[in-house]
Nanobody, 127 residues
Framework: QVQLVESGGGSVQAGGSLRLSCAGPGFFFRSYCMSWFRQAPGKEREGVAAIYTGGSTTYYADSVKGRFTISEDNAKNTLYLQMNNLKPEDTAMYYC????????????????????WGQGTQVTVSS
């Protein structure tokens, strides 16, 4: 059974940094499109970063470009999201997810295309 476990969330002030991790023991990340999604209260889940083809292709939501970096360590079966210059609007529950492919349309991708999900880790950014 595929299991993805996120960690690294927390509370920071605006301008701070966090690095999220997503561990998937026995999960072959290179075979999947891996993505970080986030969901704030009362809002839809949105994709913020995705990585595909063993790390050679990455996608970012416009709202996080230049601030967030997605990466994966296939030897450790771990996905990362480095988040810098955090803003209060980045406050949300962050999830990692795996899908068979990355279908990016006009800079966004759907949570419905992803099969495997972690339980989420909370990120809170105060002003």
């Amino acid at each position: 059974q595929v299991q993805l476990v996120e960690s690294g969330g927390g509370s920071v002030q605006a301008g701070g940094s966090l690095r999220l991790s997503c561990a998937g023991p026995g999960f072959f990340f290179r075979s999947y499109c891996m993505s970080w999604f986030r969901q704030a209260p009362g809002k839809e889940r949105e994709g913020v970063a995705a990585i595909y083809t063993g790390g050679s292709t990455t996608y970012y939501a416009d709202s996080v470009k230049g601030r967030f970096t997605i990466s994966e360590d296939n030897a450790k079966n771990t996905l990362y999201l480095q988040m810098n210059n955090l803003k209060p609007e980045d406050t949300a529950m962050y999830y990692c997810a795996a899908g068979d492919y990355c279908l990016v349309v006009r800079g966004s991708w759907s949570s419905g295309d992803f099969t495997y999900w972690g339980q989420g880790t909370q990120v809170t950014v105060s002003s």
